[in-house]
């Protein structure tokens, strides 16, 4: 018992340490959307980068949080920063979070953007993602997909109108102003990926 505990915690510490941190270019990945179609940012010609957001159906901070990230998108697609949402986790382990539910979900909350199924759960770990949601802002560079902020939405999952800092909004507005991201990485509050 205690030799298998020991063995999760040190592929997991070693799947944390190995991921994106900030100032890293993310390699491309290509995912199944609920449309059937597959994504890959390359995709994206005109986009000056991405808010990533590893979330899901089930989870109740992923819930609270699901209307602000459909702000997110409709904030900043147009500015050249489109949400791609990324279920992280495993349907055996979460029925609710069936590719079938996926595409249910997508059509009751009107998404404006992909929701891709990290089949095989090969993509959430080189990013680092431990919960839904999970935020990664992307900045598209020469060098490539770079990212520049880690963390929560904001500082208030409870209530909306309590919040008092917008870091996912405080990252993307400060690149798109070509200025200097204050707060790069914050705690992602939420639910474990289920595996």
């Known amino acids: 018992m205690i030799i298998t505990f020991l063995s999760d915690f040190n592929s997991n510490t070693t799947t944390v340490n190995d991921s994106y941190k900030i100032g890293d270019v993310v390699s491309d990945f290509k995912l199944?959307?609920?449309?059937?179609?597959m994504v890959s940012l390359s995709d994206y010609d005109d986009a000056k980068g991405f808010i990533i957001a590893f979330?899901?159906?089930?989870?109740?901070?992923?819930?609270?949080?699901?209307?602000r990230i459909i702000a997110l998108d409709k904030m900043y697609a147009s500015k050249g920063y489109p949400v791609?949402?990324?279920n992280p986790n495993n349907p055996m382990a979460q029925p609710g979070d069936s590719?079938?539910?996926?595409?249910?979900?997508?059509?009751?909350k009107g998404y404006t953007f992909p929701y891709l199924v990290d089949e095989g759960q090969h993509v959430y770990p080189k990013?680092?993602?431990?919960k839904t949601p999970h935020m990664f802002v992307l900045q598209k560079t020469k060098q490539g997909n770079v990212v520049r902020y880690i963390g929560a939405i904001d500082d208030?999952?409870?209530?909306?109108?309590?919040?008092?800092t917008k870091y996912v909004e405080n990252a993307v507005d400060a690149l798109l102003k070509g200025e200097e991201i204050k707060e790069k990485e914050t705690k992602a509050i939420g639910c474990s990926i289920k595996v």
């Open 127 to 130: 990013f680092g993602a431990t």
């Open 156 to 164: 208030n999952y409870k209530d909306t109108s309590a919040v008092k």
């Open 99 to 108: 590719f079938k539910a996926m595409q249910m979900r997508a059509k009751e």
């Open 32 to 37: 199944k959307n609920i449309d059937g179609n």
């Open 84 to 86: 791609i949402a990324i």
């Open 55 to 67: 979330t899901c159906n089930t989870c109740p901070f992923a819930k609270a949080y699901e209307d």
